[in-house]
């Protein structure tokens, strides 16, 4: 089965800290992307990557960064967590080779910035 | 992507069939129906999809009506290990890139 291990379930931080969100799948996914949940507003992407070293904006990157050294980890990283960053973060992968659009999910991250 | 309107909550029996609609009356003709569902704290879950023949796996059925306006996912005997939150999704197969999940139907399956 594809796993997509998201590296911590639940962080608190203060404003202004520096946050990594750390993501690995084991499938050999070409495709990797990241989201944010929150009440209301369902899923909105944030950045994804086709490939190593590539990366795409989503519909709301600002206040965010991804790398994508290897093609197992997609990471987040949040330069100076605010507030209004509080929320779940999901990380899912695909194969870019399927025609089902299909997306695996990590279980996600829940992050509280203080 | 198309915009997709599913009921906000459903409750069914344990053991009866769960029957979600959705509907997406502005599909284009190449754009898919994609359900996933959400179990409280967990990430999504893709179910099925399709694009206009129904489709059966073994987690669910899907019924997409011939004008393609609308569909059904149909759990056969609900569990209650299937309550948890249903998007229906419409879009490109080419696309995985942009998946917008709205609100969703929580369905509450109960003993």
């Known amino acids: 089965d594809v796993k997509v291990t998201q590296s911590s379930r639940y962080l608190v931080k203060r404003t202004g800290e520096k946050v990594f969100l750390e993501c690995v799948q084991d499938?050999?996914?070409?495709?990797m992307f990241w989201y944010r949940q929150d009440p209301g507003l369902g899923l909105r992407l944030i950045y994804f990557s086709y490939d190593v070293k590539m990366k795409e904006k989503g519909d709301i990157p600002e206040g965010y960064s991804v790398s994508r050294e290897k093609k197992e980890r997609f990471s987040l990283i949040l330069e100076s967590a605010s507030t209004n960053q509080t929320s779940m973060y999901l990380c899912?992968?695909?194969?870019?080779?399927?025609?089902?659009?299909?997306?695996?999910f990590g279980e996600g991250s829940r992050l509280t910035v203080l | 992507d198309a915009k997709t309107t599913q009921p906000t909550s459903m409750d069914c029996a344990e053991g009866r069939a769960a029957n979600l609609p959705c509907n997406h009356s502005t599909i284009s003709g190449n754009e898919y129906v994609y359900w996933y569902r959400q179990i409280h704290s967990q990430g999504p879950q893709y179910i099925i999809h399709?694009?206009?023949n129904n489709e059966t796996n073994e987690m669910a059925s899907l019924i997409i009506t011939e004008d393609r306006k609308s569909s059904t996912l149909i759990l056969p005997h609900a569990t209650l290990r299937d309550t948890a939150v249903y998007y229906c999704?419409?879009?490109?197969?080419?696309?995985?890139?942009?998946?917008?999940f709205g609100g969703g139907t929580r369905l509450m399956v109960k003993p």
């Open positions: 999704i419409v879009r490109l197969n080419n696309a995985g890139n942009m998946l917008t």
């Open positions: 499938m050999d996914h070409e495709n």
């Open positions: 399709g694009l206009k």
């Open positions: 899912a992968s695909r194969y870019s080779g399927t025609n089902t659009g299909e997306l695996f």
